[in-house]
């Protein structure tokens, strides 16, 4: 008699901008000594600086590591403050000045060129805030071109491109996305499933099963139910169980990631714990097909 398939287990990874308190390679050292399956990485002024000297060999230094850590990796490209030290998250894609949208399709660009030599699953990006008074229809057909380009340099590179649905953004949720993806078909999904709860009408396990196979990349931090505050698993209103439930059964074989910047202060205790908890509770589950 032949044994049944072992069931599908998930791969977890922790998003970097979580671990600014600690130099990258103690961050990675940890993320593999607590038994993490990879890393979600944003390129920031603390971690993997794209604007510092030398990042070719830098980059290859970095990959050589994960090797040896046996970690996967997603490349994250939400830096705060990277591109400019006084405006949060600016330029984005949608950004009026034509100089600003260039200064973030190149970051982009280069952050697809990091993700290539990492040997990175995808590398995860979003469209930006409109501005008061913005017309979003201009504001659209800017974050198109702008997505149109970033996605014709990944092809050249092999590297998958997650566009990931904000809450306030110009592609705030599930639909938005949807849109995008028609006006620009090689996107994949980057499901922030706590997203789900904070704005649109996909729940989040809904969300897993629907878009199951154009999941670029996920991220499975908890949520107040419509408050967009990254929590640690179990701290939120998420039915989690329901979402690690929905992306077993659809097989999910990318990285399962936290997200979690505002808890840099006690990563020590969070990056074991928020595992812990993840896996007692998909243990817990019952996964229906």
């Known amino acids: 008699m032949t044994a049944a398939p072992a069931p599908h287990r998930l791969r977890y990874a922790y998003n970097t901008n979580g671990l600014t308190s600690h130099r990258l390679d103690d961050a990675l050292a940890l993320l593999a000594d607590c038994g993490y399956d990879g890393v979600a990485l944003t390129l920031d002024v603390a971690h993997h600086d794209p604007f510092a000297p030398e990042l070719g060999r830098r980059t290859a230094a970095l990959a050589d590591r994960l090797r040896d850590l046996g970690l996967g990796c997603v490349v994250e490209t939400g830096a705060r403050f990277l591109l400019d030290p006084r405006r949060k998250h600016q330029p984005t894609l949608i950004t009026p000045d034509p100089d600003g949208r260039r200064t973030r399709v190149d970051f982009l660009r280069t952050c697809v060129d990091v993700a290539a030599d990492l040997g990175s699953e995808a590398v995860s990006f979003w469209a930006g805030v409109p501005g008061a ?121 990318g990285l399962v990631s936290f997200e979690l910047s505002r808890d840099s202060h006690r990563a020590d205790t969070l990056v074991p714990g928020a595992l812990a908890t993840i896996k007692e509770m998909e243990d817990g589950v019952e996964v229906r097909v």
């Open 133 to 253: 008074g913005q017309d979003r229809d201009e504001a659209w057909r800017r974050l198109a071109d702008g997505v149109r380009e970033v996605v014709e340099h990944a092809r050249t590179r092999g590297v998958v491109c997650a566009v990931e649905p904000e809450p306030g953004m110009l592609v705030e949720d599930c639909d938005d996305w949807m849109r995008l993806a028609l006006d620009v078909p090689r996107i994949t999904l980057a499901l922030d499933t706590g997203h789900c709860i904070v704005s649109g009408r996909w729940t989040p396990e809904a969300a897993v099963r629907e878009f199951a196979p154009l999941l670029g990349a996920v991220a499975v931090e908890d949520m107040p139910r419509g408050v967009h505050e990254h929590r640690a698993p179990g701290e939120g209103d998420m039915d989690l169980p329901a979402v690690l439930a929905a992306l077993r059964a659809v097989e999910h074989p």
